[in-house]
């Protein structure tokens, strides 16, 4: 852990959900006043991708460790891993995982312990909501009393505004304890944007407490002669859209004959699919007759038929699968396309059928950063590296579903419905908001990872 050698420290707002093109609408109409004021016009605002699955819980992991969800083989909110589930038996603690229940204390142990958190590395850290509490003295997590009972009102009465409220006592209180670092999260934008829509009166309210909240912060900074040695950065770890039609996928494959093991119902009898969603945008699906990850061949032969006439539905915009160990296969309705991966790691995408990620052929291999560049402003963010960085994991499945905006994979299970998703890859779900308080600290569009390298290089400058 690194001891402060300065008085500099970093207000970190993660605002759940947060759209960047709704934070720019809402500073035009002046509905933003104290986001306007010291980020927009004196700070420096750009758009950011994250990360795929574009999903809370793994995206917060860019932010905090600098690594993508599949480096630490945290593949989703819902995981499936098909070594361990065959190597001992269904039920050791490492086959599967749900992080939307009880099993969400097993996060930090599920991390990469050679990829450090920002609260491992900086000891005056503070943890607001946040679930990633990885390295966080137990005084310094400051919502872990009182959060059961706020988050569970949240959810079955929609009386989410008051996590907020809460959260940003919270925040004030931490200034007074000379931190270096306190990462906040303000989950209502997400929670109102799922219960409504990403721009109801509802969800404009909650980021209204977010800009009063920025506010009340930068007066106290003030007040306390410490502004000038603090970063603040706004972000969220993901977008959001509007869904009007549901596709259950447990349901769907159950007809087509398959026995289905799904969270939260995983007594299932002989199980032969694992189907695990993450903000039900994003699925990955686990065939059980074969203890290795299928490769494109061996995937056709046995369940090409049923993907065949899956991809056909509406829901789907795409699936994804290993083509072999130098490439991934991306398949939609309208046929087929590979990403190759060279012995240096740079990318390619082949048009063979189709072009489902809409980006025409490249037939010259590209870095990730030339992957970012070229495909940032199309409708798939970073596509190219995201897919490839995520299919290196085995917990990533055999095939990974990304639905179609308006819909998403998961309905019976999901009480209250959702009427907002995300984590796909579509633009909407990937951009992502980036703010600060210090001009041109962050003025072109990065990936989320790249907000970490800036924290670490602010404390310890």
């Given at each position: 852990m690194k001891?402060?050698?300065n008085?500099?420290k970093?207000?970190?707002?993660l605002?759940d959900?947060a759209?960047?093109?709704?934070?720019?609408d809402?500073?035009?109409?002046n509905q933003?006043?104290?986001?306007?004021?010291?980020?927009?016009?004196?700070?420096s605002?750009?758009?950011?991708?994250?990360?795929?699955?574009s999903?809370?819980g793994?995206a917060?992991?860019?932010?905090?460790?600098?690594?993508h969800?599949?480096?630490?083989d945290i593949t989703?909110i819902?995981?499936?891993?098909?070594?361990?589930y065959f190597?001992k038996?269904?039920?050791?603690?490492d086959?599967m995982?749900?992080?939307c229940?009880?099993?969400?204390?097993?996060?930090n142990?599920d991390?990469?312990p050679e990829?450090?958190?920002?609260?491992?590395?900086y000891?005056?850290?503070?943890?607001?909501?946040?679930?990633?509490?990885?390295g966080?003295?137990?005084e310094?997590?400051?919502?872990?009393?009182g959060k059961?009972?706020?988050y569970?009102?949240?959810?079955?009465?929609?009386?989410?505004?008051?996590v907020d409220?809460?959260?940003?006592?919270?925040?004030?209180?931490s200034?007074e304890?000379?931190?270096?670092?306190?990462?906040?999260?303000f989950?209502?934008?997400?929670?109102d944007?799922?219960?409504?829509?990403?721009n109801?009166d509802?969800t404009?309210?909650?980021y209204?407490i977010?800009?009063r909240?920025l506010?009340?912060?930068?007066?106290?900074?003030?007040e306390k002669?410490?502004?000038?040695?603090?970063?603040?950065?706004?972000v969220?770890?993901h977008?959001?859209?509007?869904?009007?039609?549901?596709?259950?996928?447990g349901?769907?494959?159950?007809?087509?004959?398959?026995r289905?093991?799904?969270?939260?119902?995983?007594?299932?009898?002989?199980?032969?699919?694992?189907?695990?969603?993450?903000?039900?945008?994003f699925?990955?699906?686990?065939?059980?007759?074969?203890?290795?990850?299928?490769?494109?061949?061996?995937?056709?032969q046995?369940h090409?038929?049923?993907l065949?006439e899956?991809v056909?539905e509406d829901?789907?915009d795409?699936?994804?699968?290993?083509n072999?160990e130098n490439s991934?296969?991306?398949?939609?309705n309208?046929g087929?396309?590979i990403?190759n991966i060279n012995?240096?790691?740079?990318?390619?995408?082949?048009?063979?059928?189709?072009d489902?990620?809409e980006?025409?052929?490249?037939?010259?291999?590209m870095?990730t950063?030339?992957?970012f560049t070229?495909?940032?402003e199309?409708?798939?963010?970073?596509a190219l590296?995201q897919?490839?960085?995520l299919?290196k994991?085995?917990?990533?499945?055999d095939v990974?579903i990304?639905?179609?905006?308006?819909?998403?994979?998961r309905?019976f299970w999901?009480?209250?419905e959702?009427?907002g998703s995300?984590?796909?890859?579509?633009?909407e779900?990937?951009h992502v908001?980036?703010?600060?308080n210090?001009?041109?600290?962050?003025?072109?569009?990065?990936?989320?990872?790249h907000?970490?390298?800036?924290?670490r290089?602010?404390?310890?400058?």
């Amino acid at each position: 852990m690194k001891e402060p050698t300065n008085k500099k420290k970093v207000i970190f707002y993660l605002v759940d959900g947060a759209r960047p093109d709704i934070i720019k609408d809402l500073i035009d109409k002046n509905q933003l006043p104290n986001i306007k004021e010291h980020l927009f016009d004196k700070g420096s605002f750009t758009k950011g991708s994250t990360c795929y699955p574009s999903t809370t819980g793994p995206a917060y992991l860019p932010f905090l460790t600098g690594h993508h969800p599949g480096m630490h083989d945290i593949t989703g909110i819902r995981w499936f891993d098909k070594k361990q589930y065959f190597a001992k038996n269904r039920w050791n603690r490492d086959a599967m995982r749900s992080y939307c229940g009880y099993e969400a204390k097993f996060f930090n142990d599920d991390m990469d312990p050679e990829k450090p958190s920002l609260f491992e590395i900086y000891p005056k850290g503070y943890n607001i909501y946040n679930m990633v509490t990885k390295g966080v003295k137990e005084e310094n997590d400051l919502t872990k009393k009182g959060k059961t009972g706020l988050y569970f009102r949240a959810h079955f009465y929609h009386e989410h505004h008051p996590v907020d409220e809460a959260g940003h006592e919270r925040l004030m209180e931490s200034l007074e304890l000379d931190p270096q670092f306190v990462f906040a999260v303000f989950p209502s934008v997400d929670w109102d944007s799922h219960s409504y829509h990403f721009n109801d009166d509802k969800t404009v309210e909650a980021y209204k407490i977010v800009d009063r909240s920025l506010g009340d912060v930068v007066n106290r900074l003030k007040e306390k002669n410490e502004y000038d040695d603090t970063l603040i950065i706004m972000v969220s770890d993901h977008g959001l859209s509007s869904t009007k039609h549901h596709l259950d996928l447990g349901r769907y494959f159950k007809k087509k004959g398959y026995r289905i093991l799904e969270y939260p119902s995983i007594w299932s009898i002989a199980p032969n699919l694992a189907v695990f969603i993450s903000g039900n945008s994003f699925a990955s699906l686990s065939f059980l007759d074969m203890k290795d990850h299928y490769y494109s061949d061996a995937l056709k032969q046995k369940h090409g038929a049923v993907l065949d006439e899956f991809v056909k539905e509406d829901a789907i915009d795409f699936i994804i699968y290993r083509n072999d160990e130098n490439s991934i296969r991306l398949q939609n309705n309208k046929g087929e396309a590979i990403i190759n991966i060279n012995k240096e790691g740079k990318l390619s995408y082949q048009l063979e059928t189709s072009d489902p990620l809409e980006l025409g052929a490249i037939p010259e291999p590209m870095d990730t950063e030339e992957c970012f560049t070229k495909t940032f402003e199309s409708k798939y963010p970073d596509a190219l590296y995201q897919i490839s960085e995520l299919m290196k994991s085995d917990r990533a499945g055999d095939v990974v579903i990304s639905a179609a905006i308006g819909y998403d994979l998961r309905e019976f299970w999901e009480v209250p419905e959702h009427k907002g998703s995300h984590g796909s890859l579509h633009w909407e779900h990937m951009h992502v908001p980036i703010l600060t308080n210090k001009k041109d600290l962050i003025s072109e569009p990065v990936r989320t990872t790249h907000i970490n390298k800036v924290i670490r290089e602010w404390l310890d400058n």
